[in-house]
């Protein structure tokens, strides 16, 4: 049974950084597209980073340069290092993973196959 389990959130000023982890079990990460979406209220979810199969990243535009996202595979967990942080970086964080894409997961927010129940992070001005 595939399970992922996120931490890291909480509340931070502006500028601020965290880094969320989200621990994954039942089956090997190296075999998936795994990434980070988020939801604020009132908005759609959104890809925020991604890691394909063969290693490579995606992120959304808006978070290029201040978040990076990496993988240890020995430890079956994915990272989101958050830094510079704004307020409209404030939403509920989601891991997810889906074995079916080869490429760039970036774009299934709804599409795919499992997901963490999410971690909030909450980013104040």
């Known amino acids: 049974q595939v399970q992922l389990v996120e931490s890291g959130g909480g509340s931070v000023q502006a500028g601020g950084s965290l880094r969320l982890s989200c621990a994954a079990s039942g089956y090997t990460s190296r075999s998936y597209c795994m990434g980070w979406f988020r939801q604020a209220p009132g908005k759609e979810r959104e890809g925020v980073a991604t890691i394909a199969k063969d290693g490579s990243t995606s992120y959304v535009d808006s978070v290029k340069g201040r978040f990076t996202i990496s993988k240890d595979n020995a430890k079956n967990t994915l990272y989101l290092q958050m830094n510079s942080l704004k307020p409209e970086d404030t939403a509920m964080y989601y891991c997810?993973?889906?074995?079916?894409?080869?490429?760039?997961?970036?774009?299934?927010?709804?599409?795919?196959?499992?997901w963490g129940k999410g971690t909030l992070v909450t980013i104040s001005s």
């Open positions: 997810a993973a889906d074995p079916r894409y080869a490429g760039s997961c970036l774009t299934s927010y709804y599409g795919m196959a499992y």
